[in-house]
């Protein structure tokens, strides 16, 4: 299950824009994913509802548009 990994390293990415934009909470993720990857969407979903537990980003949605190629983009976050 490499989903979780991925979780991670999105987890990393959101929380660094965290603290340069002084963010209190992230409501949603929007994420480009290529298709070629193999990654199974619910799966990356709970690896990353799991790792973002007692965090900022804990509520957050990620969002997932699927695309073709290898690409795995973090789009934009959204928060207040």
Do not use: P, Q, W
Not at 33 to 62: P, Q, V
Request: aromatic fraction near 12%; glycine fraction near 6%.
């Amino acid at each position: 299950m490499h989903e979780a990994s991925i979780a991670y390293e999105i987890f990393l990415i959101i929380e660094e824009s965290v603290r340069n934009y002084n963010l209190k909470k992230v409501n949603r993720i929007f994420l480009s994913i290529g298709g070629y990857n193999g990654i199974f969407e619910e799966s990356l979903k709970f690896a990353f509802t799991a790792i973002s537990k007692d965090t900022k980003c804990e509520e957050a949605k990620l969002i997932i548009t699927k695309t073709e190629g290898f690409e795995m983009v973090v789009e934009r976050i959204e928060g207040e």
